[in-house]
């Protein structure tokens, strides 16, 4: 186990010489003696076993040749399944002009000063579909200041110019003479080439890895069992917790009786936190036993008791009045009051859980030297200054493994670090005790999380539009009603503009059409106590269904085909008609759909930008007699700029249509306040044999990259919606669909 003298060693080091570039470039040498070897085994990162050899050569904060020829690319944003170390590292292997097959991936230690994500300031994290879009130039620089320093360490030792060096593939030769060497041999002699203040980064046409199909960095070993995630992490005296939650939000212990959990084999403590009372054991399973024996009194006198149907009623009353106003152009009263028909729907959406494949777990150790957490680490910057306040420590003093996380869809991304500060609660708790310097591994079961964790808020949509008498769409207002997910977190002060918290009226307040009259307003009820977090693809996971389904039923009210309607007012985006068109395309929109007796078939569309990224989807669907339906195939068109893995590429949206799918059918819902679901089996995710047929189709770019993590999602249900329209005749205005109105 690290000790204080350690911690600190590493981080000086990993500091020395540290410069700042002028572009966003971090530059530094940094000595590689530090005795990573020395650390435990917990995954990729520093802190990880495996290091293949001495190093020899790391002329940047995201670079490190050895001298047995691995070229490691050090990743700052964290890998949950979205293929972003493989993303990450095809970036810099292009400009350094590695062989893909040296190339290994690290995650970086939480420091901000080297490792903030560029499009949030001085804070270092994974979110928002960002990973490569702020990476991008970055990577690419520091991939070509390797390069350029390999090039001059050769031309040092052959003394020839460095203007007849080519390096290909991993090889560094000089043509003339036939010298090469790889870039181990060269580590040595490179390591004292001088950073280069400017380097020239590859013409386009030149990339040989970014627009290719290379193998996932993560595949092997998520595949072999070799993979680190926090379930893996096992230190000496290790303890497991598990935590008895509060049966409503807002309630609190008011006393417990562990007289039975302690009889329990290998339950080694009981502690009260302000959370609960945690459980700890010698593993996950006693501490599961421990906790079903625990008897707890709740003082639920301030606990949340409302239902979700009392919310929805709420919130139906509070769109029948003006929000704060969000968007406006034009003048919508004046579009409605001329109006030669106006359409009108409301659309209803659920809380819902992130319920990711790998439960929330987290271990931390305090020593006299400071906190070392091992996590699937989403928010690096938040959670460490998190727990130095609660230790009160310097934030340099808490040390954060970055693991892999299976998954997460937002939920590792908390705003109030509460998973890793229960964790650190419970560590708290022990201090004084024999055994209290023991690092503890907190494990949330699937139940804990779906009853008592963060949700995706519920929302109420209202819209109208307003055609005038040529038959024009001339006015359109979105009222949204729902919990801010911003509103009193340490992101109020950057998100939140008079009351408008961003993410609640994303794609709603910055509707693409072109339609001269428009009003998106919002009210935000702060008396709901029910905990809300960001979701796949956060506002728009919402606001893309009320605003395509409804454009739908605008195009039905003016007889006009809906793929011929957006295009029409889409003429000043062209990426997204470019999407639309190439979707349509490839699915055969307006070409008639085959249906057995019994059964009716429809097509439908839906289009939505989200995170810079744009994303047109088609879906078939086949509805039976009974009203239940498959959806039988998805047809995509994807802009993200420049491809730089387009097999990833397909691969994140055929995962984001697999999850949006998901959301047709499950909902968490509250009774009296109580969570009505627990596991898989309440909280119905798309099953394998429910996935239709997946068609890819990515439109050619040279812009640079944007997000892909989350924009395939948006437009998946309203399509489905839209395409069940068109098969029935009915249109869907609540998530999840209850089928019953669809029957014959």
């Known amino acids: 186990m690290n000790t204080h003298t350690e911690n600190s060693e590493f981080l000086n080091l990993s500091r020395r010489r540290f410069l700042q570039g002028g572009a966003g470039l971090t530059l530094g040498f940094c000595l590689p003696t530090f005795a990573a070897e020395k650390l435990p085994a917990a995954g990729p990162g520093k802190a990880g076993a495996g290091l293949a050899a001495p190093v020899n050569f790391e002329p940047n904060a995201f670079l490190r040749i050895g001298t047995d020829n691995s070229v490691t690319v050090i990743s700052k944003h964290l890998e949950m399944g ?60 520091a991939g070509a200041a390797g390069r350029a320093m390999l090039v001059a360490a050769a031309a040092r030792k052959w003394q020839v110019s ?87 939000f807002g309630a609190k212990v008011k006393s417990f009786d562990a007289s039975k959990t302690k009889a329990v084999k290998g339950v080694v403590d009981v502690v009260q936190i302000p959370q609960g009372v945690a459980v700890l054991a010698k593993d996950t399973w006693s501490a599961k036993k421990g906790r079903d024996a625990l008897t707890v009194e709740w003082d639920e006198s301030a606990a949340f008791k409302l239902g979700s149907d009392e919310i929805l009623a709420r919130y139906k009353e509070l769109a029948k009045t003006p929000g704060l106003v969000a968007k406006q152009t034009g003048d919508s009263a004046k579009a409605f009051a001329g109006a030669a028909k106006v359409v009108r729907a409301a659309y209803d959406f659920p809380y819902l859980a992130h319920a990711a494949m790998e439960p929330l ?28 306040q609660l230790f009160g420590l310097p934030p340099e003093q808490v040390k954060i493994n970055m693991l892999y996380a299976g998954g997460s869809f937002g939920r590792r991304a908390n705003k109030d670090s509460d998973y890793v500060l229960e964790a650190a609660q419970i560590v708290k708790a022990r201090a004084g005790k024999r055994d209290g310097h023991a690092p503890v591994k907190l494990v949330w079961l699937r139940e804990d999380d779906m009853r008592g964790g963060y949700y995706r808020p519920l929302f109420h949509h209202a819209l109208e539009a307003a055609i005038d008498q040529d038959g ?75 605003t395509e389904a409804f454009l739908d039923e605008v195009a039905a009210a003016m007889n006009k085909d809906p793929l011929a309607l957006r295009l029409e007012l889409l003429a000043a985006h062209p990426r997204h008609a470019a999407a639309l068109k190439l979707a349509a395309e490839k699915a055969g929109w307006g070409t008639p759909l085959k249906a057995a007796p019994g059964e009716r078939r429809g097509r439908g569309i839906a289009v939505h930008e989200s995170f810079n990224s744009y994303v047109a989807h088609v879906a078939e669907v086949t509805v039976k007699a009974d009203g239940s339906f498959t959806v039988d195939r998805v047809v995509s068109g994807v802009d993200c700029g420049t491809a730089i893995n387009p097999d990833n590429v397909r691969s994140q949206v055929e995962g984001g249509i697999g999850f949006a799918l998901s959301s047709l059918n499950e909902a968490i819902t509250l009774k009296a306040g109580r969570v009505e679901q627990g596991n898989f089996d309440g909280f119905t995710i798309l099953r394998i044999n429910e996935m239709p047929r997946v068609e890819v189709h990515i439109v050619p770019s040279g812009a640079a990259p944007t997000g892909i993590g989350e924009p395939g ?20 205005h609540r998530l999840p669909f209850d089928t019953r109105e669809l029957a014959a």
């Open 82 to 141: 979205q293929g972003t170390y493989t993303g990450l590292a095809t970036i810099l292997a292009e400009e350094l002009d590695a062989d893909w097959s040296q190339v290994r991936v690290e995650g970086a230690p939480a420091d901000a000063k080297r490792y903030n994500n560029l499009f949030w300031g001085p804070a270092q994290g994974t979110g928002g579909s960002t990973a490569m879009a702020n990476s991008w130039e970055q990577l690419r620089k």
């Open 162 to 248: 460095e203007a007849d060096i080519v390096v290909s593939n991993g090889v560094v030769s000089h043509p003339a003479s036939g010298r090469k060497a790889s870039f181990g041999q060269l580590a040595a002699e490179a390591a004292k080439s001088p950073v280069p203040a400017e380097v020239k980064l590859k013409d386009p046409k030149d990339f040989r890895l970014i627009g290719k199909q290379a193998k996932r960095k993560d595949s092997a070993a998520k595949t072999n069992g070799t993979a680190k995630f926090t379930q893996d992490v096992f230190l000496p005296g290790m303890l497991v917790a598990v935590v008895a939650h509060p049966p409503l």
């Open 361 to 388: 777990n987290c271990v931390i150790q305090l020593s006299a030297g400071g906190c070392e957490v091992w996590n699937g680490e989403q928010l690096h910057t938040g959670d460490q200054h998190a727990l130095a």
């Open 472 to 546: 024009k769409l001339a006015g359109w207002r979105h009222r949204l009603v729902g919990q801010s997910i911003l509103i009193g977190s340490p992101f109020e002060s950057m998100m939140v503009k008079d009351g408008i918290d961003a993410v609640s009226v994303e794609g709603a307040s910055n509707l693409p059409y072109a339609i001269p009259n428009l009003t998106v307003d919002l009210h935000t009820p702060r008396d709901i106590g029910v905990p809300v977090l960001w979701w796949r693809s956060v506002g728009s996971s919402h606001t893309a269904f009320s």
């Open 713 to 732: 999602v948006p437009p998946v249900a309203p399509a489905v919606a839209n395409a069940i329209a068109a098969a029935t005749g009915k249109r869907l």
